[in-house]
């Protein structure tokens, strides 16, 4: 603007655009300043943009020419990104956020990323030790890495120098390595710090750069033993420093170990245990044969011949019943109140006669071999004439009262079995039969069987089934 001045009013907005001193900064005030409304951009229409390689510079241009830019210049929507997150405008991306947490790697020709596995991939500080192929040393230690790496190592043997380095373990230090002159280790030897020389030492074979030493292998095999005051070591003396080998000592002590036991032999050198118990103790460690009859309790008794027994004053209690040729009854006891008959054999034992029954019965013989009964005086003195067994029994064969039976037997609905004690001389005896009526009064009964020693009998009501009577009532006559 020229100096030339013009007389015109001036408002305040229009003051503050004359003070902007650049455009972009009068079009901000402009922009700033506007009511502006949203519309849609033709093709035609102009649009105010800044220059970007000017930054004073605004410049307007078509909206064409702006949408032209997403199909020429721009970055396409379908190209293969690698993005942080996923966006949904991109059709073919990948987003890292789908991976695990880790080291990246591209897969060559499609580049697509992955997570690297560490030990595989590539190696991390405290993670899989790193092998010697991939020039580490397999090893997280140093001693575990020397001892990989000389293993590993295609060594050769050379002549060591006075200056040459040589590789040690700190004792110190397990972790430590150092390395040290050749020369510091042969200082240790002979003349330096370590083992005199000339000390008299104890070596497996003789050594030429000792001057005093006893060799092992210039001694006889055997067990040694060390002279007090010279330490001279010497082949001991069997049985006189050192006990043998014994055959007797070693089955011993082959033996197991246990509580009261003790040991004797089988044979030469051969040694067994046996038990041995406490009483057994006390027994053999007394001195003569009357302190061990004293700890078995015997008396004066036990000195005495089988031939001349003297038993003076005292009893004999719990021994076995004494024979009948021994002047015994063989026998330990009788039945009480009962009459004692002679036994089977002329020596066997006596045997009592059990059956007391009823009060003014006869002892009665039976004949040979059997025992004499208790029976009822008169007709004969059990003469044919007489019953020789009766029983009356219950239903389930129970025995209510009985003379010559020894057992009923209920063998079932209507039927019983009776056995005689003393048997008839044979089955041509005379038995009667009755019975106390049950429930029903139809009842028909028989004898089914007779033998020398026994008989059956049933009951059948008119139906001809078998029924159990209210009891039993059999008899029996004959000779014996």
Do not use: H
Not at 368 to 385: C, E, H, K, M, V
Not at 411 to 440: D, Q
Request: aromatic share 6%; proline share 3%; charged share 10%.
């Amino acid at each position: 603007m020229e100096n030339n001045a013009i007389n015109a009013p001036v408002s305040a907005f229009g003051k503050t655009l004359i003070d902007d001193t650049t455009q972009v900064a009068a079009v901000g005030t402009l922009f700033n300043n506007a009511a502006l409304t949203s519309v849609t951009a033709a093709t035609g229409d102009l649009i105010l943009i800044q220059d970007v390689s000017d930054s004073n510079l605004a410049k307007v241009c078509t909206a064409q020419s702006i949408a032209d830019l997403a199909g020429a210049g721009a970055a396409p929507a379908d190209a293969t990104y690698i993005t942080q997150i996923p966006n949904a405008t991109l059709s073919n991306e990948q987003a890292l956020s789908l991976l695990t947490t880790g080291i990246m790697m591209s897969a060559n020709g499609t580049g697509v990323v992955s997570i690297a596995t560490q030990g595989v991939d590539y190696y991390a500080p405290g993670g899989v030790d790193v092998a010697i192929l991939d020039g580490g040393t397999g090893a997280s230690t140093n001693t575990a890495a020397i001892n990989n790496l000389v293993n590993n190592a295609a060594l050769t043997p050379a002549t060591v120098a006075s200056g040459d380095l040589i590789l040690i373990q700190d004792v110190s230090d397990t972790n430590n390595l150092k390395s040290v002159t050749a020369q510091s280790i042969a200082d240790l030897g002979p003349g330096g710090s370590a083992a005199p020389g000339d000390a008299t030492y104890i070596v497996q074979t003789p050594n030429g750069s000792l001057t005093q030493e006893q060799a092992l292998s210039l001694l006889a095999t055997g067990i040694m033993k060390n002279t007090t005051a010279t330490g001279v070591v010497s082949i001991a003396t069997a049985n006189v420093d050192y006990q043998a080998a014994d055959a007797t000592l070693i089955s011993i002590a082959a033996l197991g170990t246990a509580a009261d036991r003790t040991i004797y032999t089988t044979g030469v050198d051969t040694w067994a245990e046996t038990p041995i118990t406490a009483a057994g103790r006390a027994l053999i460690d007394d001195a003569t044969a009357g302190d061990q009859r004293t700890t078995l309790g015997l008396g004066t008794i036990a000195t005495q011949n089988s031939s001349s027994v003297s038993i003076t004053g005292g009893s004999i209690t719990g021994i076995t019943d004494l024979a009948v040729a021994d002047g015994g009854s063989g026998a330990s006891s009788f039945v009480e109140y009962t009459p004692v008959c002679g036994g089977t054999t002329t020596t066997g034992p006596l045997q009592s006669v059990v059956s007391l029954s009823t009060a003014g019965y006869v002892l009665t013989s039976n004949g040979a071999g059997a025992l004499p009964t208790f029976q009822a005086a008169g007709g004969g003195g059990g003469g044919s004439g007489e019953a020789k067994f009766w029983v009356r029994a219950n239903v389930s064969g129970g025995i209510l009262d009985s003379y010559n039976v020894s057992s009923v037997i209920d063998s079932g609905v209507g039927v019983l079995s009776v056995v005689l004690t003393t048997p008839f001389a044979s089955a041509n005896w005379c038995g009667t039969l009755s019975i106390i009526y049950g429930a029903l009064t139809d009842n028909f009964y028989a004898f089914s069987s007779i033998s020398a020693g026994s008989c059956g009998v049933i009951n059948r009501r008119s139906s001809g089934a078998f029924f159990d009577p209210g009891s039993w009532n059999v008899a029996g006559f004959g000779d014996q």
